[in-house]
């Protein structure tokens, strides 16, 4: 059963990342897992279980990878954001199906609204540091709230092709934005 389980979770990803939402159905997820409609069933009670589970699943390696990142990072907070920009742009560029489904498709999901307030709250906890357990000051929590909304359309052009840069030159692009904001937000509000 895990099996069946992991291969119709392989399948959601697929055609989430692939079709996106409106070309992912029940249908084609069991014809893209080469099963029938009962395992389905037996492991999700609709079509909007799997894709919440597929996106949760997504998150989860993700924030784990970005805190494991952010414990190895030197102190310094350049130095900590660099580590999770790093880590998220390599996560995503190395599998941009991921990126599709959590930066694109769950913004027009009804399932997935939620967890995507969700997720933009981790991503704000991962660049402050917070979720390292690293004290955060208020300027560094607002920048990182305002940064990344910026950072997910960065992502989300760059994944897309719109976005014309290297990998590398993405990473030092939106750590120099990251810290210009936190450098502004300390000398407007002290």
Not at 51 to 75: C, H, T, W
Not at 107 to 129: E, Q, V, Y
Request: proline share 3%; hydrophobic share 45%; with cysteine.
């Amino acid at each position: 059963m895990a099996e069946r389980r992991a291969r119709l979770m392989e399948a959601g990803l697929e055609l989430l990342g692939t079709a996106g939402l409106h070309g992912t159905t029940v249908r084609g997820v069991i014809e893209q897992a080469r099963l029938t409609p009962r395992y389905f069933y037996e492991s999700f009670t609709d079509l909007d279980a799997l894709i919440a589970e597929v996106y949760d699943a997504v998150v989860a390696e993700l924030r784990d990878a970005s805190v494991a990142a952010l414990l190895d990072a030197p102190k310094d907070t350049r130095a900590r954001v660099r580590a999770v920009i790093t880590t998220i742009v390599d996560h995503f560029g190395d599998d941009p199906r991921k990126g599709r489904l959590v930066l694109a498709e769950a913004m027009s999901s009804p399932a997935l609204m939620r967890r995507r307030l969700d997720t933009s709250h981790m991503f704000t906890d991962l660049m402050s540091g917070r979720a390292a357990g690293h004290e955060a000051s208020p300027e560094l929590v607002l920048a990182a709230r305002f940064i990344v909304g910026g950072f997910a359309e960065a992502l989300t052009a760059w994944l897309q092709g719109d976005l014309e840069t290297t990998r590398e030159a993405l990473v030092d692009g939106c750590t120099t934005l990251f810290m210009a904001n936190l450098a502004t937000a300390r000398t407007t509000h002290p």
